[in-house]
């Protein structure tokens, strides 16, 4: 099982608004991930826990906040967002020692 | 700095033919290679990767070559069929957990 879920599928989202994205995976996996994909562009990584700890933040404003209860679940809390943040947001796992990531479905998040 | 280049952004191939998708990248530290296949509004999927080791990779329709002196490499699906289209992105790793992605290729399968 290579499964990595993301809820929800579509957000929208004023300036204004506080909401979370979440990601869960049951594949024992202790490295989880935040990528960040606009249209016609590549994922750009945002963050990356391994162990639980936050161990990479690639200089992401702090209006976009990781959280990982426990390790298999990853949390992405979103603060007064910018028009130009909404993407297809995108979960990804793997295992330690490995650098193949599983991703998830994705987020399409749109802010107005 | 664009590390992993994928030059071509479309590809139109005919069905039962080979498609050759081809990755250039600059940092000589990158160590293991993946490829990814993106259908639209949805994550992408792992296909195949290859360690510098190896210089090929293969994984039933699917086969990956690296040629680390040029510092190329390239996926070959054969035959190719009409459910393959779909962006395909190469990705290298250093280590430390980091994906560095090229740019990715569309793929046409055409009847």
């Known amino acids: 099982d290579t499964e990595v879920t993301q809820t929800p599928k579509h957000l929208v989202m004023g300036m204004t608004n506080k909401k979370s994205l979440k990601c869960e995976q049951h594949?024992?996996?202790?490295?989880m991930y935040w990528y960040k994909q606009k249209a016609k562009k590549p994922p750009e990584l945002m963050f990356v826990?391994?162990?639980?700890?936050?161990?990479i933040n690639e200089s992401v404003p702090s209006r976009f906040s990781p959280e990982c209860p426990n390790s298999s679940l990853l949390n992405l809390h979103l603060h007064a967002l910018q028009p130009e943040d909404s993407a297809l947001y995108l979960c990804?796992?793997?295992?330690?020692?490995?650098?193949?990531?599983?991703f998830g479905p994705g987020t399409r998040l749109t802010v107005l | 700095d664009q590390q992993v280049k994928q030059n071509s952004p479309s590809l139109s191939v005919q069905e039962g033919r080979i498609s050759i998708l081809n990755c250039d990248y600059t940092?000589?530290?990158?160590?293991?290679f993946l490829w990814y296949k993106k259908y639209p509004a949805e994550g992408p999927t792992f296909l195949i990767s290859?360690?510098?080791?190896?210089d090929k990779n293969e994984d039933g329709r699917f086969t990956v070559f690296l040629n680390k002196s040029a510092k190329h490499l390239s996926l070959h699906i054969v035959p190719s069929q009409p459910g393959d289209s779909a962006v395909y992105f190469c990705?290298?790793?250093?280590?430390?957990?980091?994906?560095?992605f090229g740019t990715g290729t569309r793929l046409q399968v055409t009847l």
């Open positions: 940092n000589s530290m990158f160590d293991y």
């Open positions: 990804a796992s793997s295992s330690p020692g490995t650098d193949t990531q599983y």
């Open positions: 826990y391994s162990y639980e700890k936050l161990s």
């Open positions: 290859i360690s510098s080791i190896k």
């Open positions: 594949m024992g996996h202790r490295a």
């Open positions: 990705a290298a790793s250093a280590g430390a957990s980091k994906l560095t």
